[in-house]
């Protein structure tokens, strides 16, 4: 193998006090080559940087006796900012819809979603909330990179990796922005349920044991939307065996 001979060359040696002089090369390829040295490259031309996609997760609807349990996923768009995202129970209601048409308009994506009383008296109230969850994330047209929950724990089964923050809603834009959606959407079928069974006032507790639900179910025993495995209504089913 034969030896690049350039590389064998020896420095020539400098006189004391003269300095070493480096002459520049031409770019090959004539006159109208183009150069190509360091230096004549604009950096980051055209560079688009990657965006990490953050979905926060909340629910509404684990404590009512009645209705399903409802979740949301929300990916927020850092150029467009929602001011006054709070956790939904620190908000009024009329607050809570005009943010919820903001996050519906500006977010990169959003998704709403529900396990039905029969999956929360088959898998339990936490099954029946992971469930939905997981639900809403999978409903997301964008993937994300990572699922941020509030609580303490987090659905199995996500396309991405996955952190709990407790007091979450609080603390993190994207789950305020979640538990938003998931109340003003429960808070909606409630309304449904008031019509279908106005005797209840599920339009003024939302299925919450209020000592008005509570009285209200004891007249006049539990309807389909009541959970069969809350105890206040699997009592009334115990009682009338």
């Not at 008031?194 to 003024?204: E, I, K, N, T």
Request: aromatic share 6%.
């Amino acid at each position: 193998m034969q030896l690049d001979h350039a590389s064998k060359r020896k420095p020539s040696r400098l006189r004391r006090g003269e300095a070493r002089q480096s002459r520049p090369t031409a770019p090959q390829g004539g006159a109208d080559a183009p150069d190509h040295r360091a230096g004549s490259l604009p950096l980051f031309t055209d560079a688009v940087l990657p965006v990490f996609r953050v979905a926060g997760v909340d629910e509404a609807g684990r404590g009512p006796l009645a209705g399903p349990v409802f979740a949301a996923a929300v990916i927020l768009d850092d150029h467009a900012i929602i001011e006054g995202l709070n956790d939904s129970k620190k908000l009024t209601a009329g607050r809570r819809e005009e943010l919820a048409i903001q996050i519906r308009e500006r977010s990169l994506a959003w998704y709403i979603a529900s396990a039905s009383v029969a999956e929360i008296d088959q898998f339990n109230i936490l099954g029946a909330t992971m469930l939905a969850m997981r639900r809403a994330c999978d409903g997301l047209q964008l993937v994300p990179q990572q699922v941020l929950v509030d609580g303490n724990q987090v659905p199995r089964g996500l396309r991405c990796t996955a952190q709990y923050v407790i007091g979450g809603d609080a603390k993190v834009a994207a789950i305020s922005a979640a538990s938003i959606l998931a109340k003003t959407a429960r808070d909606a079928y409630c309304g449904e349920m008031h019509l279908r069974f106005p005797d209840y006032g599920f339009d003024r507790h939302k299925g919450y044991a209020t000592a008005l639900h509570l009285e209200r179910l004891l007249l006049l025993g539990p309807c389909e939307e009541h959970r069969r495995s809350f105890a206040p209504v699997r009592r009334h089913f115990e009682t009338a065996v």
